[in-house]
């Protein structure tokens, strides 16, 4: 995420899973991502779900843990 905010000033970063696959939202709930909906993966017809973090909200993440 250093890379996606600092090196290429992205304001936010999606990430996608199929439901079902806790193991991949643990890892995203733990980066501090937020769910941001549910949808269908077209590619494969399956729920999928969005987890979403914007520049802000890394940044806050950051300043508690230091």
């Known amino acids: 995420m250093h890379f996606a905010f600092v090196d290429r000033e992205l304001d936010r970063i999606l990430s996608i899973h199929q439901i079902g696959n806790d193991a991949s939202e643990r890892v995203m709930q733990k980066l501090g991502m937020r769910l941001d909906r549910e949808t269908?993966?077209?590619?494969?017809?399956?729920?999928?779900?969005?987890?979403?973090?914007?520049?802000?909200?890394?940044?806050?993440?950051?300043?508690i843990t230091a």
């Open 40 to 63: 269908i993966d077209p590619s494969c017809n399956r729920p999928t779900r969005v987890y979403a973090i914007t520049r802000d909200e890394y940044n806050r993440t950051l300043a």
